[in-house]
């Protein structure tokens, strides 16, 4: 257990609406990652921190938006949720393990998302 | 960038017999390599990871991997299985200077163990 716990751990939503998820963590890590899981295409990068305020997009951010206003928190925010965007999805920390090389990601518990 | 091929979506294998996850990667510079265990219901665990030196390595739960460098490739084995092998498996890579240290995942195997 890596510390991390993620808020909704399951939502059905419907199509249209805003929808935000909630990733905490308590060791203070400073890179924060979402993904999302689909069959068949394993995990794949929405966006990700780097530190608070400090965000970038991964491969499929198009409909996603995220904050980090403190550094336990990364949140991901559908603006208007489609049923494309129905999914798994993980946040993960960067774990520093000695030197830059040597660092491992973290996942948490995952929320599953439905959007109708 | 980097892109990352599980060359079999479903292994079935019975119980005590040996099976072999199959990964492919591409990449144009250094990587460092992993899997990924998923137990059903819960998040990743890290198995194992290739970041340098032997190219056999050692993770959890008696699995190995041997990275190759000429053939792309970082195969899961165990020479054994259990029932509680029953998982999806992900193979994933991270170039050895990427931004963000950003893994790319494969698409994942389901093993099924029978009895």
């Known amino acids: 257990d890596a510390g991390i716990t993620q808020s909704p751990r399951h939502k059905v939503t419907e199509t249209g609406t805003p929808v935000t998820l909630r990733c905490h963590q308590t060791e203070n890590h400073r890179y924060m990652y979402w993904y999302r899981q689909d069959p068949g295409h394993g995990l794949r990068l929405i966006h990700y921190s780097y530190g608070v305020k400090d965000t970038d997009k991964g491969e499929v951010s198009d409909g996603y938006s995220v904050s980090r206003s403190k550094t336990e928190d990364f949140l991901l925010t559908l603006e208007s949720a489609t049923s494309s965007q129905t999914s798994v999805y993980f946040c993960a920390i960067r774990v520093a393990m000695g030197t830059g090389a040597y660092n491992e990601q973290f996942f948490g518990p995952g929320t599953r998302l439905t959007v109708l | ?115």
């Open chain 2, 1 to 115: 960038a980097q892109s990352v091929t599980q060359l079999d979506s479903q292994v079935p294998v019975f119980e005590e017999a040996p099976v072999e996850l199959r990964c492919n990667y591409s990449s144009s510079v250094s990587v460092y390599l992993f899997w990924y265990v998923q137990y059903p219901n819960q998040g990743l665990q890290l198995l194992l990871k290739y970041l340098s030196g032997s190219t056999l390595v050692k993770g959890i739960n008696g699995f190995e991997a041997e990275f190759n460098k000429s053939q792309t490739s970082f195969h899961l084995r165990k020479p054994s299985v259990h029932i509680s092998d029953t998982a999806e498996y992900f193979c994933a890579v991270r170039g050895a200077v990427a931004a963000g240290n950003k893994l790319t995942f494969g698409g994942g195997t389901r093993v099924l163990v029978k009895p």
